[in-house]
């Protein structure tokens, strides 16, 4: 029996685009339904479900940072932000809104797509974990500072742990660096951007000794890093 397809709420003023992401979304299989004033999301999404929100930053009613802090507040479906300005990806994560991605216009609506499709890919594999004893996954131990995979283990530092920890609860999250630096130091010591970059560069060198020609953690351009579980292909080694 065939499950109903995801629906994509689309929250677009500009009609024209709203349309055109729609048509790209509808013809790879999703639902949609379009909402063009920020005023009207909160309501909607409290009487209908939807699997997906794709956000312009920018909407008219109500600011869309406020719209993601308020969707969050009641549920954790994925969000995509849309936005014509780089500048404010910082912002948004920095505020910690919850967003799981971003678009920056002008954008290509086959990436609008792919995104859409990975997102919802990544969500699926935290909420419907199809994981067996015969699976290999990535396992962490606290106590030794570790990472396993398979019958293969090795040692982080307790920085590179937390690093690791941290983006391995929640994937498919980008944390900007601020954000990391905020969990990794409690203690509110000046690092620098580059202390955090230093750090994840030595992480994905041991990685690399671990997962050979996989690359499970994602610099995402302007705004920081993603852990993604899918490079983690099931098979024997």
């Known amino acids: 029996m065939n499950q109903p397809a995801n629906r994509i709420l689309i929250v677009e003023d500009e009609l024209k685009l709203a349309k055109l992401e729609a048509d790209y979304l509808q013809h790879a299989g999703f639902q949609t339904h379009c909402l063009h004033e920020g005023l009207a999301v909160i309501p909607w999404l409290k009487e209908n479900t939807a699997d997906l929100v794709l956000l312009d930053l920018m909407i008219p009613g109500k600011d869309g940072l406020e719209i993601c802090r308020d969707i969050r507040s009641f549920s954790q479906i994925p969000i995509i932000i849309v936005t ?20 920056c216009k002008p954008f290509s ?9 990975a997102i919802l890919r990544r969500q699926q594999l935290v909420t419907e974990p199809h994981t067996t004893e015969s699976t290999p996954i990535l396992k962490l131990n606290p106590q030794r500072f570790s990472v396993q995979y398979n019958t293969r283990e090795i040692e982080l530092t307790a920085v590179e742990f937390q ?6 609860q929640q994937p498919g999250r980008i944390f900007s660096r601020e954000q ?9 010591r000046i690092v620098s951007d580059r202390t955090i970059d230093s750090h994840i560069r030595k ?13 499970i953690i994602h610099s995402v351009y302007g705004a920081g890093y993603r852990y993604d579980p899918q490079e983690i292909e099931p098979h024997a080694e």
């Open 163 to 168: 690093l690791l920890h941290v983006l391995h």
């Open 203 to 215: 992480l994905r060198k041991k990685l690399a000794a671990l997962l050979p020609e996989r690359e």
């Open 84 to 103: 014509a300005r780089i500048e404010e990806i910082d912002r948004l994560l920095g505020l910690e809104m919850g967003a799981d991605d971003y678009i």
């Open 180 to 188: 990391l630096m905020d969990r990794i130091y409690p203690d509110q």
């Open 109 to 117: 609506p086959r990436e609008m797509v792919a995104r859409v499709k």
